[in-house]
Structure formats: C-alpha cells, structure tokens
C-alpha cells in the first residue's frame, strides 16, 4: 500500500502512515474541518521508489491545484517526541514534477541534520524511523496560528494560549515574524484588538476542549482561517513539554508540592519500587521531626504536599525559614509567592493534626531539644554513639540465610521496618546542621556568608569526603596500570573488573566498603557501584589526569582545613571584639559545626545498608518470576510495586505489560532537563509566575555557597558515569548527589541548578575549598561546554566570557 486517502489514515497504522497523518485522520473520523489529501506511506519509503503514476492519480482527484506537502515520520507527533520543525514541508506546490520533488525533499529531510540530532538526544534509533508524506489541498489563510490548549510557559490546564499572525502559520511556528498572543482562561473578551476577533477566539477554546477531550492530553494544534471566515485544522498532536499533573483530590481549592528530590541531589525519575519505598521514608523522617506532609508522584518525581502547613496559621509563619536549610532560595521564593497567594490565606481547620499528633510532636520535640543539647555538649561521644548504631544497622540489615524461595524473600522485604536507633544518628545531624546555620544571623554586619562559608570548609568526619579520598588513594596506587586506566573505556573497566579479568587495583577492597553507594542511590531500582563500576572507574580516570601534586584532593583538603581553622580563630576574636555575647556564642556553635556538620553524609550512608539488602532480595525474587515466564528480565520487578510482586508470586498474576508500559514512562521522564521546583493542582510551575530577573550582561547570579573565585572551561554534566573532568574543569549540572562528588576531586568549582547551601553538593565543594554557586536557573542549557567561565562563590555569579 502506496498511496492511501488521508481520511482512512488511522492511529493503528503509525508504521504506515507516520505521526502527522495518523493524527490528521483522527480529525477528518471526528468531523473537524481538514483540508482533503493524501498519504504517501512509509511502504514508499522502505522501497525507495515514489509511486509516480499512483501520486499523480491522487493528485488530479484533488482537482491538481496547490497543495501542502508535508513531512509524516513514524517517529513524529508523538506523546514524548513532537519533531516540530524538523522534518520538511514544502507549500504552495503545483504540478506533478513539483510535487515528485517535494516529496523527494520530505525523504530526504528525515536525516538532515537537526533531525538526526533531535532523535539522538531522544535515543530513538534511526535505523527504525521512516517517513510518510502528507499530501493536502492549500489553504490561503487570512490569519493562521497555533493553538495550545493548556497553557505551555505555565503548565496551567485551565488556560489555552493562542499564538497568531496574518498570511500563512509558517510565520508563526518559524519564529520569523512578530505575532499575537493571547492567553484563554474561559472568561469571554469582548475586545477586538489583534488579528484575531473575540469570536474567533471563542471557536479556537471550543475547538480545543474538542480536541483534547477527543485525545485525551493536551494538544498542540495549528489552523489557519480563510478569506471565508472558515477555520480549518491542519495538526493536532500531544503537548510534549508539559510537566504531568498532580493526582486530582477533588478540593475547590488549590494544593501545592515542592520537589523534594533535589534534596537528595535527584531530579531524574525514580522507578516504581523506589518510589514506594521513599514515600514511606520521607514521610516516617518527618513524622519524626513532628512535621506531616504527604508525599506524591509527579512524573516519577518525589513532591511533598505543603498545602495544609501553607494554609495553617501557625506552620506558615516557619515555614519559608524552614526550607533554607534544604530546600535553598529557590523553594523559599515559590513558597512565599505561595503564601501570598488569597487562594492560600489561613484557615480554620488549619493543618490536618489532630491531638494524637500534636502529642507526638511535642514527644519529638522533647527527643530533639535532649538529642540536640547532648550532641552540643559532648559532640566526640555523639560521634561515637552515632557510628555504633550504624555499625548496628550495617549488621541488622543482612537478610538471614535461610531463605529460599521468592516467597521468603517476599515476606523478609515487606518485614522491613523503621530502626530504633534513629535518635542516635539523627540528632547529632541536627545539631551539627544547627550549629552551622545560626551563626550567618548572629554574625551579621560582622561576617559574611563567604566568610563562614570558608570556617566550614576542610570538614572532618564526613563519610563521603572518606569515600572520595580513598578512591584517590586507589588512582594514586595504580602505578604499571595507570595507562590502562586511562586508555579503557570505564564500562570495559567494569565489566572486566566483574568478570575477575582485570589487574587488581584495590577496587575490589574498595566496593567492599562503598559498594552500596551509586548515583541516585537513594532509589532502589537504581544499581550500586558494586553491581556496575562504570562510574568509579571513570573517577578514577579523572584522577590519573591531576598531575600537579598541589591540585590532589588530599592536599585540597588539607589546605581547606588549615584556611577553615585559621579563619575560624581570626573570626571569632574580632566578633568577640565587636560583639562579646554574639560573638561567644557563634564562636561556640561553629567549633560545634566543625565537630558536628560533617556528620550529615552518615545518616544517609546507614540508610544504604537495608535498601542494599532490599534490592539484593528484590532482584533474586525477580529472577524466580523470570525463570517461571513472569519477567522479560529480573530488574524489571524495579517497575512494580510490592502489592504487584506478591500477587506475581502468590498468584501467578503476569505483570509484564504493566512493566512494559512504566518502563516506557521511564524512558520519557529520562529526557526531560527541567524539573519544576514547584507545581499547583491546576498544574502551574510557580517558578514561572514569579517576577522576572533583572536582565543581565553575560552574567549569571545564583547563591554563593562556597568561597572562592575561579576562571575555567566549563564542562556540563548530565551523566557522572560517562563524564570526563580535566584539572580546572568548572562542573556544570542539574543537580549533584554523593554519587557525583567523586568529580569534584578533579573540578576546579561547581554550578548547579537547584540545592541549598547545606546540601550534599554545597558541603562537598567547601570541604575541598573550591568555588560553588548553587540555585542557577538553567545553567546547564545558558552554559555550553568549553565555555570559558569565571565562578565567584562569594557573589554567587557566573561569568560567561
């Protein structure tokens, strides 16, 4: 099949027809107004060979005046992969030679070079795509334009947005003339200003909540209006951009959720199994703190529901305070446009808390004035009740060694509980991340930020910088094998240090003792270190490259130390100098901080041991299911839930589609860069209603939360297994997690997008003593690689050079 009616193009036929077509077909079944045409199939295209005489048939059934050809790729159109712009279409085209040689552009459009890249950034294999034409009557339009039927600059559903301009859309969807905006938010207009009447407007909404309830998502639609008035459609396919909604609860009001992702250096998606284990932690971490809040999936992503502690009169006071230490500026600048909001004002009910919990809250805040007041005291014996009780759960964790069978492990997994020795770990972190917080007010108009910033650099005690560091001196150690390090792709490395083939380095001692750590290692269906080395072994690459002595970590940090301890005795004495008391006091609490800070890698650390153990049971469960035909794979089960692998074990239930299908979901959310750090019910990216930014001149502002000023190349990062820093690198990246900071060994500074200053990142870079600004919106698409930049993490700016 060839050449088929546009009108019998349907979405059972993608291979055949490709994305625009199948769309367009949908339209012409459901009655809208398209102009008539034809399909040249992809059938076409795997032969390589246009079918003239059928081409030119259909052709003259059009009555061979002008018409639109348009490009139709099976990849095109999609719920994840719009390909607007490119691929070609050729307009206004006349007769049959013209005709053949714009079908020829359409083929051969489909491997320019934007196309391609767009596919590569995608991951669709190019050896899979193919390309149909569209072949339509021309429309001369008056006024011609697109229509999004959810507002796409703020994630809002209940608003369209309209983009317009005289003559043909292609001045529209090109960018190549100046155009009308309209935004519809279902109030009628009663103005006529612009190329488009208010009655207009009111056919495109309602043509649009037609569309979208016909397809179910929102549409990006494009239509022109003729010398008749008549409106005709000429695209609809999904709005790719859009970040997905919130669940729906029903309330008239509206409800709000911040990303706590970030928290934990994560903005990827997190699997299904992740995902249920970390709702029930977070939300037991905050129960403990005396804090509830409901944590919900957004596209895979954690938020925390702060609705009712933003409507309650008492949380809301706290609230935006609260968020500094974690969440950093930029949760604080959504929440206050949030609590500006009438919409959030304070109500009667206030928080959902009833007695039982305002009881258990003033338990925990008893527990933690005891905790937190100890730890203070004595911090050394904190630190040693601290990393016996991790010790404890290090043990407590190992699955026993009688099980057997998938139900076993089952029931060893759903068995996991909370431990009992949270106090011992949790309060010294507390008081730790007290003690460096609170002398920034109490120093004020004697000590800047940077200035603390610098006394809580070269910080003992953190698990993580221990991990760095002895990942150094491994590097360091590979003596005769350092060209092979170098040389060797770092996945060959793994797989050949997995396989027992490669030269014994000492990475085996290491996984030993870090094995459990990886990036994003929070989620449980991510793998560890120890089940892929991909990414060490690329840290290690990085290291081999510091040649100077000088810029090696171990002595980074020790001249971090030295600068932190000096700093700290000149500080103290002219704050008490200034201020007596106040300086006392900041004085007291940043030795504590050093004591202290550094311990707030450990709780996390702990926490890896029982999800390593989970995982480890999870995938042997998965393993059974797929020896018996239920899983593709094992790690598949990381797409379930636990309620589905019991009815998987227990009942035979299949589960593959459903992995199918959120695998899929996956897939989609891997790609997406931006992550909204807060969202609305209605789906609104607060952030994006804010104020805008004073415009700069080549200058990037953030928070500076690491003292230091540096000039370099920069080097964007999405991916830490694959990267490669050179000495001097400045990091660019999304965000960073403990599973990133092996880079920061090589970096010369750091740039994120997200964090707050107390954050893994933030904390990391100051122990090394190297510059950080952090809360830089879209740093990783503003700055290329090779960039020369300079990073002032006393300002907290990025200059681009």
């Known amino acids: 099949m060839h050449v088929i009616a546009l009108s019998e193009a349907t979405t059972q036929m993608l291979d055949l027809v490709g994305g625009k077509a199948a769309g367009l077909g949908e339209l012409i079944r459901r009655g809208e107004r398209v102009p008539e045409g034809f399909c040249v199939t992809t059938e076409a ?18 009555g061979a005046g002008p018409v639109a050809v ?41 491997h320019s070079d934007r196309a391609t890249a767009y596919r590569d950034a995608r991951q669709i294999v190019h050896q899979t795509v193919r390309m149909a034409v569209v072949v339509q009557r021309m429309i001369t339009p008056t006024v011609a334009g697109v229509l999004f039927t959810a507002n796409p600059l703020t994630g809002r559903r209940d608003e369209m947005a309209v983009d317009a301009a005289a003559g043909l859309g292609t001045t529209v969807v090109d960018g190549a003339a100046t155009v009308d905006h309209y935004v519809l938010d279902g109030v009628p207009r009663d103005d006529d200003t612009g190329c488009l009447t208010s009655a207009h407007l009111a056919e495109l909404r309602a043509t649009g909540e037609r569309l979208q309830a016909h397809f179910g998502s929102p549409q990006d639609v494009e239509w022109a209006i003729d010398a008749d008035d008549v ?19 029903g309330e008239p009001l509206p409800r709000v959720y911040l990303e706590f992702g970030h928290v934990q250096g994560m903005l990827q998606p997190v699997t299904p199994m992740g995902m249920s284990t970390l709702r029930t932690q977070i939300a037991a ?54 609590l500006a909001d009438p919409r959030f004002a304070p109500t009667s009910g206030g928080a959902r808390r009833g007695g039982a919990q305002g009881a258990a809250s003033l338990r925990t805040a008893g527990r933690a004035v005891v905790g937190i007041l100890r730890a203070l005291a004595r911090p050394e014996a904190a630190r040693i009740r601290m990393f016996e009780a991790i010790e404890q759960m290090r043990v407590r964790s190992a699955a026993p060694a009688d099980l057997r069978t998938a139900a076993d492990r089952l029931r060893f997994v759903q068995a996991q509980d909370s431990d009992d020795s949270a106090d ?8 730790g991340m007290l003690a460096a917080a609170l002398p920034t007010a109490l120093l004020k108009g004697v000590a800047g930020p940077h200035e603390i910033h610098t006394v809580l650099g070269g910080m003992p005690h953190n698990v993580t910088i221990e991990m760095d560091l002895a990942l150094w001196r491994l590097a360091q150690g590979a003596g005769d094998h350092r060209q092979l390090l170098l040389d060797t792709p770092p996945a060959e490395l793994a797989t050949r240090h997995l396989r027992g083939t490669l030269p014994d380095i000492g990475m085996t001692t290491f996984l030993d003792v870090y094995g459990h750590r990886g990036v994003a290692e929070v989620d449980l269906g991510v793998p560890r270190w120890a089940e892929d080395p991909t990414p060490v072994f690329a840290a290690v690459a990085n290291y081999l490259r510091v040649t100077d002595p000088r810029q090696g970590p171990d002595q980074r ?25 106040r300086g006392r006091i900041a004085g007291f609490l940043l030795r504590r901080a050093r004591s202290l ?38 790690d598949d089960i990381m797409f379930l839930t636990l309620d589905e692998v019991h009815a998987a074990v227990h009942q035979g239930v ?53 003292a230091g000023r540096v000039t370099g190349p920069a080097r964007v990062v999405h991916d830490p297994g694959t990267a490669h820093i050179e000495p001097g690198d400045v990091l660019v990246a999304a965000t960073t997690d403990p599973g990133w900071t092996p880079l920061f060994l090589t970096a010369a500074a750091l740039v994120t997008e997200t964090g707050a200053i107390m954050a893994h990142g933030p904390t990391v870079a100051r122990e090394y003593g190297i510059p950080a600004v952090i809360c830089v919106p879209d740093a990783t698409r503003t700055i290329s690689t090779g960039q020369l930049v300079t990073v002032d993490g006393g300002a907290g700016t990025i200059t681009v050079h």
């Open 654 to 706: 299949d589960p593959r589609g459903t992995v199918t299908a959120r695998r899929a979901v996956h897939r989609r959310e891997l790609r997406r860069r931006t992550v909204p750090v807060a969202l609305l019910s209605d789906g609104t990216d607060v952030e994006t209603v804010l104020p805008a930014r004073p415009a700069g001149d080549g200058t990037l502002a953030g928070v500076g939360a690491s």
């Open 424 to 431: 011992a770990i949790m309060w010294p972190i507390v008081a």
């Open 285 to 338: 971490m905050l129960a403990a703190l005396g804090v509830r809040v409901d944590i919900v999936d957004i596209g895979g992503r954690l938020y925390g529901d702060l609705s009712d502690l933003a409507r309650d009169r008492s949380s809301r006071r706290r609230l935006v305070k609260l968020l500094a230490v974690d969440f950093g500026p930029r949760a604080q600048a959504v929440m206050q446009h949030v």
């Open 597 to 634: 800070a550094g311990l707030r890698e450990a709780g996390k650390f702990a926490g890896l041991y029982p999800l390593r153990e989970t995982r480890r049971q999870l995938l042997l469960i998965g393993a059974d299911l797929h020896g018996s035909g239920l899983l593709d794979q094992p």
């Open 45 to 62: 295209h795997r032969l390589g060979v246009i079918p003239t005489a059928e081409v030119v048939a259909a052709y003259e059934r059009l």
């Open 231 to 249: 409106l005709w459609l000429l695209q609809s396919r999904p709005i790719t951009s859009l970040f997905p909604l919130p669940p729906r609860t």
């Open 70 to 110: 348009r490009s139709s790729a099976t990849a095109e159109d999609l719920p994840d992969a719009s390909f607007a712009g490119q691929q070609d279409t050729v307009l206004n085209v006349t007769g049959t030679t013209e005709l053949i040689a714009a079908i020829e552009t359409c083929w051969d459009s489909l």
């Open 557 to 581: 940090f020790q001249r971090a130390a030295a600068t932190a301890e000096a700093s700290l005795t000149a500080l103290v004495a002219r704050a008490r100098r200034r201020r007596p008391v």
